[in-house]
């Protein structure tokens, strides 16, 4: 399982980025994706994910209504557009891949992890 996530930047706040995440996980429809961040001295925090085949769609509070994610079955692709960018956005975004069902929000809930992409948003 490899997976490549790109799309980071610097952006002003109230700007937007989109995250892209290429899956190299077989068949694509039998994992369940996600997101992930991390800012520097804080544990890793939930984003977003998104379920195998249905597409249902699950947030934090913090980024729900400003934050899509979505998944491109034909590509192997995942994304995270991000809207209304603030500076507490900044972290590195990791892009996560699992065979459960709804995998939890937590961190060891997700088997695969890629390597990750920064997201800096400044005032």
């Known amino acids: 399982v490899q997976l490549q996530a790109s799309g980071g930047g610097l952006v002003q706040a109230g700007g937007s980025l989109r995250l892209s995440c290429a899956a190299s996980v077989g068949h694509f429809s039998l994992w369940s994706m996600g997101w992930f961040r991390q800012s520097p001295g804080k544990e890793r925090e939930f984003v977003s994910r998104?379920?195998?085949?249905?597409?249902?769609?699950l947030y934090a509070d913090s980024v729900k209504g400003r934050f899509t994610i979505s998944r491109d079955y034909s590509n192997n692709m995942l994304y995270l557009q991000m809207n209304d960018l603030k500076p507490e956005d900044t972290a590195v975004y990791y892009c996560?891949?699992?065979?459960?069902?709804?995998?939890?929000?937590?961190?060891?809930?997700?088997?695969?992890w890629g390597q990750g992409t920064q997201v800096t948003v400044s005032s």
């Open positions: 996560v891949a699992d065979r459960g069902s709804f995998p939890a929000t937590t961190p060891t809930a997700w088997n695969y």
């Open positions: 998104i379920s195998k085949v249905q597409g249902l769609t």
